[in-house]
């Protein structure tokens, strides 16, 4: 069978300027095949010092052990921070440890199933969508994909639906946005101070100012609703509301906004990028698919019945693997440290690759297929939890994934349940990273309505 389509590694020694080139073209592919198999490799710039880390001792220090030692690097904060500002996912220290402990109750425990009938109402909205284009013609189903999950970020978050002009609008800008930014920008080769120009495209700086001016004028009027009691109890006002517990004081609407963002980067992009490539896996693996629909089919639609979703799960999981949204992460060295043979100064770049580690072929059998039933043997178990990072780890773990989870498996079973998925003869996406793992250029898929 086919393998899922993944980047042609670059040659083994290609020129610092040529990988550069690369770099700021696509990380996927600017990346020798090695890493594949390495626990640890260097890279060196005239600029900077970097190491990639596979090793899970490695990764364990960085993101379990020591997680104050090694601090995120803004040398990928800075291309984001035209849309993301001072945002839970780019603050380090006090700061940060502020932001989640005020984030972090709204995600906690049973508050999953306050979301759950928004979740479900945006699936059936995903599924009345597709009913007109169900004849067999291709399909752009990361159009689709984005859309669904933009319904459910706006749903849950604002209790607004997609079809809201100030969602609609949001969605527009935030899908120019996402393809005028690459992941990488000048700051990530010349460290500078914050005031440093960043060469922002036009676009980027734009679509950033837009998106930031809707967001500010949505936390503006939730921020009168909760004044006059009458704000819906959603995640927005559940997070305008609760005040941290050492120092009593709440986000103001400006820290809101940057919150607001990165909620719709990781709520809505993320999410859109693991829905599609999923549904392109289940289109090339008809057999999956079809167990994958037969599970959808007996779904009650019930909160209760999430769990019984277990192959769906799984199969949100394989795509997770294969292609996590967040393919790297980059920590810095606050000390001198010692990694494996090697010694390492201050502000040295540590690079945690959910991509390699995913496909890393110590950890995985047959690393470049789609299997999800691997996730149901015992054999997988340790990868899983030494190699498997889609929402990073530690303190730091992202604080929506248990929603993450949620939302994927209740949009795939609404579609699983109703269509057929099949690939167009041809048409393989290759996978790049913008702001998240998405394919170069879309995802076409047949849709057929089931019997």
């Known amino acids: 069978m086919t393998l899922p389509p993944k980047p042609v590694a670059r040659a083994p020694r290609v020129s610092l300027w040529r990988h550069l080139r690369l770099f700021r073209a696509d990380i996927l592919s600017a990346q020798p095949a090695r890493l594949y198999r390495a626990w640890m490799a260097e890279f060196r710039t005239p600029f900077f010092r970097s190491v990639l880390i596979n090793d899970p001792a490695l990764l364990r220090r960085v993101l379990n052990e020591r997680p104050r030692d090694f601090p995120k690097s803004d040398r990928i904060g800075a291309g984001l921070r035209p849309l993301l500002g001072d945002s839970v996912?780019?603050?380090?220290?006090?700061?940060?440890?502020?932001?989640?402990?005020?984030?972090?109750?709204?995600?906690?425990?049973?508050?999953?199933?306050?979301?759950?009938?928004?979740?479900?109402?945006?699936?059936?909205?995903?599924?009345a969508r597709l009913a007109p284009l169900a004849d067999g013609r291709p399909v752009e189903i990361e159009e689709q994909a984005s859309h669904a999950a933009a319904d459910v970020i706006f749903r849950t978050l604002f209790s607004i639906p997609i079809e809201h002009e100030t969602a609609q609008a949001t969605y527009r800008e935030f899908h120019a946005h996402q393809r005028s930014q690459p992941l990488l920008n000048l700051a990530a080769f010349v460290k500078g101070p914050r005031w440093m120009p960043r060469l922002h495209s036009r676009a980027t700086r734009?679509?950033?100012?837009?998106?930031?001016?809707?967001?500010?004028?949505?936390?503006?009027?939730?921020?009168?609703?909760?004044?006059?009691?009458?704000?819906?109890?959603?995640?927005?006002?559940?997070?305008?509301?609760?005040?941290?517990?050492?120092?009593?004081?709440?986000?103001?609407?400006?820290?809101?906004?940057?919150?607001?963002?990165?909620?719709?980067?990781?709520?809505?992009?993320?999410?859109?990028?693991?829905?599609?490539?999923?549904?392109?896996?289940?289109?090339?693996?008809?057999?999956?698919?079809?167990?994958?629909?037969q599970e959808a089919a007996a779904f009650s639609g019930e909160f209760a019945g999430l769990s019984k979703l277990k192959l769906i799960r799984d199969c949100t999981r394989e795509a997770l693997r294969l292609y996590p949204p967040v393919p790297m992460m980059v920590r810095e060295t606050t000390r001198p440290e010692r990694f494996r043979d090697r010694d390492l100064r201050r502000g040295t770049q540590v690079v945690l690759s959910p991509w390699h580690l995913h496909r890393h072929e110590r950890f995985w059998d047959d690393p470049d297929g789609f299997d999800p039933d691997r996730w149901g043997r015992a054999d997988t178990k340790d990868s899983a939890r030494r190699a498997f990072l889609p929402f990073s780890a530690g303190p730091r773990v992202c604080p929506g994934a248990g929603f993450a989870m949620a939302e994927a498996a209740v949009l795939l079973a609404a579609l699983l349940a109703r269509y057929r998925f099949e690939p167009v003869v041809g048409d393989v996406p290759v996978p790049v990273a913008h702001l998240t793992v998405r394919s170069k250029a879309g995802i076409r898929l047949r849709v057929m309505a089931r019997d």
Request: proline share 5%; no cysteine; net charge neutral.
């Open 206 to 293: 734009r679509t950033a100012r837009r998106i930031r001016g809707l967001i500010a004028g949505l936390v503006a009027a939730r921020a009168e609703a909760i004044a006059a009691g009458e704000a819906p109890r959603d995640l927005a006002t559940k997070i305008m509301t609760t005040p941290d517990p050492e120092t009593g004081e709440r986000f103001s609407p400006d820290e809101m906004v940057d919150q607001v963002a990165i909620f719709f980067l990781a709520g809505h992009e993320t999410s859109a990028a693991t829905l599609g490539w999923t549904l392109y896996l289940l289109a090339t693996h008809p057999q999956i698919q079809k167990r994958a629909a």
């Open 89 to 127: 996912f780019l603050t380090n220290g006090a700061t940060w440890e502020r932001q989640r402990r005020i984030i972090d109750p709204a995600f906690e425990g049973g508050k999953l199933r306050d979301s759950f009938a928004e979740m479900h109402a945006a699936g059936a909205a995903a599924a």
